[in-house]
């Protein structure tokens, strides 16, 4: 009977961040492989080399706020159909579009707004990359990602500017940021997809 050779740490850990579906930290998964965070600090970025020079690979592996997360890659995503497009949960849309439009904010600002269920938003729009929330003194800084600006169709990635054309989109549809996001919460029953759709509606 073949005995099989244990692989190197680079496929063990792309196998997890795959199998996971979910970005990652290194101290998750130093804990689920028995490595150091260093280990696997550099088994990720060695990982994300060799990604990066398969030819026609379909997938990148990216970090956003010390999480992993193995994804398609974005130039792909119009080619996919709607129903495999990743989506943002209906009950994060109000902190994801407050956070948009007053970037740099403070958590403890967002928490004024929406009330002690904001640090767990945060936290969830955090894991799935969405929005960066860095140390600041007592309370975190949050703005948006790289991924924030592609789920919305913004043609910027950079948070100020990512900040200036929500804050004209919303002023085209007539809303303050208070409106925009009581517009988003759960019970108006609108998905991220229609909310794209309608951001899209006033710049045609």
Not at 100 to 107: E, K
Not at 119 to 133: C, P, Q, T
Request: with cysteine; hydrophobic share 40%.
């Amino acid at each position: 009977m073949l005995k099989l050779s244990e692989p190197n740490l680079n496929t063990i850990l792309e196998a997890i961040v795959f199998g996971a579906g979910k970005s990652m930290s290194v101290p998750e998964l130093s804990e689920l492989v028995n490595k150091s965070n260093s280990e696997v600090e550099d088994a990720l970025n060695s990982l994300r080399s060799t990604i990066k020079r398969r030819k026609d690979s379909a997938l990148q592996l990216t970090e956003v706020s010390g999480r992993w997360i193995l994804e398609v890659k974005t130039g792909l995503s119009p080619f996919l159909p709607e129903s495999f497009r990743a989506d943002i949960p209906q009950r994060l849309l109000p902190a994801a579009a407050l956070i948009a439009y007053h970037q740099p904010m403070s958590q403890a600002q967002l928490v004024d707004m929406l009330g002690q269920r904001a640090y767990d938003h945060v936290r969830e729009l955090s894991n799935r990359g969405l929005i960066d929330r860095r140390r600041d003194g007592l309370t975190r800084r949050l703005t948006t990602t790289r991924r924030f600006a592609e789920y919305f169709g913004c043609p910027e990635v950079e948070f100020r500017k990512v900040r200036t054309w929500f804050r004209e989109e919303a002023s085209k549809m007539g809303l303050t940021s208070a409106q925009l996001a009581a517009s988003l919460a759960p019970d108006e029953q609108m998905t991220i997809s229609e909310f794209s759709e309608n951001i899209s509606a006033t710049t045609e």
